[in-house]
């Protein structure tokens, strides 16, 4: 069974541009997670998508967003992007609502110069 | 809402020697708990999770865990580490039940840096 996959690996962008980072879930995974992990904060919470829906977000400002697909897979977009964007932003995945332990992927490294 | 504290960020411990992080939480509703493990340049992986039932929990890699809702603790154990336990390591909070959206979230904690000194 495939694991959550994330894509692109790096990602390296110039402030002010868009980043869009892709997440694809375990088969039947139906709900979406990511993350930001920025160095020395910790994991932070950005969003949740379920049955194609936004059904909560963290405390991050309206130029995060992103998306769910009928198949699932989601997108996170980063718009005028700020050196502080910079982080590994994680995807992970899991079966319904219940959390009941995510499936990570391995991350995608952004880098804003 | 619930929060976590993991209170060492790094914990330097010899090859063999037993382990314990530690994680506290806060929460006004009852809880699941988890500890994940973060290898160099990868993502997380889910070491153990207490859901219900018995308070030891034991997970992969040799690892386990105890529930002490009275001190809201779940500490992380390991009797004897090796060299490949060098990782970072999160403890997490979720509420249980559904009572809103917004309960499916995992609240993390800041992390402890594992080091082991041959």
């Known amino acids: 069974e495939a694991g959550v996959t994330q894509s692109p690996t790096h990602l390296i962008k110039t402030r002010g541009q868009q980043a869009t980072l892709r997440c694809s879930p375990i088969s039947g995974h139906t709900s979406v997670y990511w993350y930001q992990q920025a160095l020395g904060l910790g994991l932070q919470f950005l969003l949740w998508?379920?049955?194609?829906?936004?059904?909560n977000r963290g405390n991050f400002p309206p130029r995060f967003s992103g998306r769910q697909f009928p198949n699932y897979s989601s997108e996170l977009n980063v718009n005028a992007l700020e050196l502080e964007d910079s982080a590994l932003y994680l995807c992970?995945?899991?079966?319904?609502?219940?959390?009941?332990?995510?499936?990570f992927g391995s991350g995608t490294r952004l880098t804003v110069v | 809402a619930q929060s976590v504290t993991q209170l060492d960020s790094q914990v330097p411990v010899f090859e063999e020697a037993p382990v314990e992080l530690r994680c506290n939480y806060s929460?006004?509703?009852?809880?699941?708990l988890f500890w994940y493990v973060q290898y160099p340049n990868q993502g997380l992986q889910l070491l153990l999770k207490?859901?219900?039932?018995?308070?030891l929990v034991k997970g992969i890699n040799g690892f386990e865990a105890e529930f002490n809702k009275s001190q809201t603790s779940f500490h992380l154990r390991k009797p004897s580490v090796h060299i490949s336990d060098t990782a970072e390591y999160f403890c997490a909070v979720s509420a249980v039940g559904r009572t809103n959206f917004g309960n499916e979230k995992l609240t993390f904690g800041t992390g402890t840096r594992l080091t082991i000194i041959p």
């Open positions: 992970a995945s899991s079966l319904g609502f219940q959390v009941l332990g995510y499936t």
């Open positions: 207490y859901l219900s039932g018995s308070t």
């Open positions: 929460s006004s509703v009852s809880v699941y």
């Open positions: 998508y379920d049955e194609g829906e936004e059904r």
